[in-house]
């Protein structure tokens, strides 16, 4: 059982350059999330996907696109990537639903984000 | 608001030492859950208790151990007799009840916890 996976694990990219960051997980889910993580300041949340069809806006959203391609898939885009975007980046599912906030996550590896 | 403060940055112990990680939270919300994950050096998230606000009682799980207070509005975690494998960051997190689902939770800034031998 490979619960969530995340690709890829490390990236530099170049100010402006695009990347899309892939995220699946296998245990039927319908809410998954996207997180950065920045030293001492924890977790914060980017975008978040209820159930297939919907996405919404996080904590820390601008600069990024998401897209829930099916239940098992979130992606989540950087167009014109910036310094202020490195990062270390998680992917994370639960089985909230819309009456359900008390599900733990469950969190992929991460991807160390560099961006120069 | 919600908001949820980890003062200790890092805690430095000797192994066999118990140790304390702080986590107080704030929020408006009656209804509300409170989580902790570890992170350990190789960087995945673990999760290790979640806790709902009706229920106080403190929870024990091996050298774990939880201690959940309204009053005070902390929910702090104890490793007794700290160990090597227990060197990691610690995060605790808040979900409220009714922020229109979907485990919005809030984290804390962490705590790094190192266990020399």
């Known amino acids: 059982n490979a619960g969530v996976t995340q690709t890829p694990k490390f990236q530099v990219l170049k100010t402006g350059q695009s990347m899309t960051l892939q995220c699946a997980q296998d245990?039927?889910?319908?809410?998954m999330y996207w997180y950065r993580q920045d030293p001492g300041m924890g977790l914060r949340l980017i975008y978040y996907?209820?159930?297939?069809?919907?996405?919404d806006k996080g904590e820390v959203p601008n600069g990024y696109n998401v897209s829930r391609l099916n239940k098992r898939e979130f992606s989540l885009r950087l167009e014109s990537a910036a310094p202020s975007q490195t990062s270390v980046y998680f992917c994370?599912?639960?089985?909230?639903?819309?009456?359900?906030?008390?599900?733990?996550?469950?969190f992929g590896n991460g991807t160390r984000l560099t961006v120069t | 608001a919600q908001k949820v403060t980890q003062a200790q940055t890092e805690i430095s112990v000797v192994e066999k030492e118990d140790v304390t990680l702080d986590c107080v939270y704030e929020?408006?919300?009656?209804?509300?859950?409170l989580f902790w994950y570890k992170q350990p050096p190789s960087g995945e998230l673990v999760f290790l208790i979640r806790?709902?606000?009706?229920?106080?009682q403190n929870e024990i799980s091996g050298r774990y151990s939880w201690n959940f207070q309204k009053s005070t509005s902390s929910f702090n975690f104890t490793i007794t007799a700290s160990q090597v494998v227990d060197s990691a960051v610690y995060f605790c997190?808040?979900?409220?009840?009714?922020?229109?689902?979907?485990?919005?939770?809030?984290f804390g800034a962490g705590t790094r916890l190192a266990v020399h031998p």
């Open positions: 996907s209820a159930s297939e069809g919907t996405t």
């Open positions: 245990m039927n889910h319908n809410s």
């Open positions: 994370a599912s639960s089985e909230a639903g819309r009456r359900q906030t008390n599900s733990p996550l469950h």
């Open positions: 997190a808040l979900s409220e009840a009714f922020s229109g689902g979907y485990n919005k939770l809030i």
């Open positions: 806790r709902n606000s009706f229920d106080e």
């Open positions: 929020t408006r919300d009656t209804t509300y859950y």
